[in-house]
DNA sequence: GAATATGATATATTTTAACATATCAGAACA
DNA sequence: TGTTCTGATATGTTAAAATATATCATATTC
């Protein structure tokens, strides 16, 4: 795919799976077949303009043009309005819950390895904290959607960080750069979730924030 | 053109005049021939999405999906974060204000056929305010970029006018309803104006408004 | 008045989105 | 285990975006 318009289609696919629809229901609800959405959430196509309308309206998105200078602020609004994602089935939730299990378990030993990382401290520290809220009753499906970006170039790098330890070498810089970027990554993520959670009423609501199930009157 | 496309080209489109560029510059800027920036402009085309982008950055603006429900914040915020659109041309505010005029001497005559009719009196109030707000120093041509998809449809409404007096007739009822959308339309160009205006020192500024020139360090 | 700039239009060619239709492999469900 | 659902892929066809190049009519500038 265009590296210009990734950022856009998996806006697109985060929002569709984020309702709970397949790509045949999002087919259903516009003109455009299953295949194509497929093709285009998978970037195999350069989507027209009009077809991009089209599918996010089915999705009760509309397409913005935003100063660059805005953007933040922009993304501050936009996060505010957004749903809880729907937890579509509970097998996505236990998927979910295994995977990222798996993965702090992994951030241990490889801890266990190299103790004196401290890449690797911050990385387990996001992952914990991610459990806690986990366990605050947080749905771990939108997790799951947030944090699946993070899981693959996080398991390369604990696969060469094993690596590493069964040569007794030191890490590769590369390996230590790209570490720092997926711990960056996954406090985004938790910062992300701990401010989004909906069930604090003690916090107060941002003053544009919208009522409940506005504009939700159709098929 | 779609109709669906048109508001998204229509800003494209606002955002390169308010910069000051021609189309020529634009594609110099992009690899977008300046043939096709017309056609897309002009509505002859369903752009692709990435030819989209790549124009919308060489214009400082990213595309974004919004939710339904937070399109009038971030418009809001939108609006706080634009800039005053550059006059680049003496002779671009010339002509507007040529226009302007003629276009209020128009209902001012259209007034003196049917003195009895209130939405005439408001289409002529609100180029009055208009008018004042432009000898107050506010820019000509932000005016003229704005209230031009107003003109067609009110010449439009005063031919029939002029018509409709000329047979001694009442005026047809279709010919009202658009004339209400009219001065509807130039009610909310004024407010807007009015509420954008820079040269009011004593307004607090939005929380939310971002520094001058801020990423702005580019080609 | 001449030169320059601008948006629009035309022609021809290449590339590809959009679509219909079918089917696959894997996951989920009963 | 069988059925259903899902995202992905394949084939073939049509229509149109994208591009290069040229040129036009009009407006602006000097």
Redesign the interface.
Known sequence: M?Y??ED?IR??KQ?REAKGLSQRALSQRTHVPQSHISKIESGGT?????S???L??AL????????????P??????R????TPVATRPADTAKAVREFEKTLEAVKEARALFPDQATLKQVQDSLQSLKSLQSAGRDFTALFAEARKAYEPLQKQLAQIREAAETVKALPPETLRSLHQVAESFRQIRNQIAHGLPTAPSLPRPA?Q?GED??DAHG
């Open positions: 265009s210009v318009t856009i806006e697109l929002a350069d989507i027209r303009l009009s991009l309308i089209e996010a309206r009760d998105l509309e397409l913005k043009l935003v100063p660059r200078k805005a953007l602020a922009v993304e501050t609004v936009v505010s309005a957004a749903p544009y919208l506005e504009g």
